[in-house]
């Protein structure tokens, strides 16, 4: 695959469970999930290049030629997993707090990237400390070449059919993710990344925010992960912009030192 611009068949796709509810908390939730994207891939022209399923959220990182197809191959999905759902728990109503999100891949740097960063959430969220140690994601699928990955999709990302393992784990070793540069993809990026947070440090966003050590965290790591001005970072974090200056101006230093 040529480096830099690439068209958009590459979509980074996040479903959330409707007040962040646990509804793949169940193993076998999990396997139901996986088991209605095996089944409706091929009918819908969808790849599926990689995956993972948390207990409240799902990740993919699908490759379509018609985006329509994407949108269908969602909705078919969704409506069948709340409907399983539903009749599990006993329960009636919305399971997912909207349709889906999506994201197009533009460059190829951002899709490996976004591989890496899917595939490194359960390492993030503290459930495990590896990437291969976690079931419910396509992490080990490119090794083993099963599941959704094959040599078609390993040439399609990597430009080979042969993956070079150490490459594959270098990719997943750098704890820094980069989403596309766009203002108006802004909004879905932080709720994502308050999302993970949240997992990983068990807490309410507004409960993390109020402590400076907390900030003095958060602050340059988002800083790290998305294109994001001081100014809005600082609304995200309730503080002024100047303290937010002083915060990434001490970590700078800290880095270097």
């Not at 193993?27 to 790849?47: H, M, R």
């Not at 596309?180 to 932080?190: H, T, V």
Request: hydrophobic share 35%; aromatic share 14%; charged share 30%.
């Amino acid at each position: 695959m040529a480096r830099g611009a690439m068209n958009t068949s590459f979509f980074h796709v996040i479903i959330q469970g409707l007040n962040k509810e646990l509804i793949f908390g169940k193993e076998q939730y999990k396997n139901k999930f996986f088991e209605l994207l095996k089944t409706n891939k091929k009918k819908y022209c969808v790849e599926i290049i990689s995956y993972v399923i948390m207990s409240n959220h799902v990740h993919l990182l699908l490759y379509v030629e018609k985006i329509n197809e994407m949108s269908s191959f969602m909705k078919k999905i969704n409506e069948d997993f709340a409907r399983y759902y539903n009749y599990m728990e006993n329960r009636v109503g919305y399971v997912f707090r909207n349709r889906f999100l999506s994201e197009p891949i533009t460059n190829q740097k951002y899709l490996l990237h976004c591989i890496s960063y899917i595939h490194n959430n359960p390492v993030k969220a503290n459930i495990v400390q590896r990437c291969k140690d976690y079931r419910f994601s396509s992490y080990c699928d490119y090794i083993s070449k099963t599941n959704f990955v094959n040599e078609k999709i390993i040439k399609l990302i990597f430009g080979t059919e042969s993956l070079i393992l150490s490459d594959y784990e270098n990719l997943h070793s750098n704890n820094k993710y980069y989403f596309a540069e766009n203002e108006s993809n802004l909004k879905e990026n932080m709720i994502e990344i308050i999302s993970e947070i949240e997992m990983r440090y068990k807490s309410k966003w507004n409960e993390l925010i109020k402590y400076n050590c907390m900030l003095e965290r958060i602050g340059p790591e988002i800083k790290e992960r998305i294109k994001i001005s001081n100014y809005e970072l600082a609304r995200y974090l309730k503080i002024h912009r100047h303290k937010l200056e002083r915060i990434l101006l001490k970590h700078n230093k800290q880095d270097k030192s």
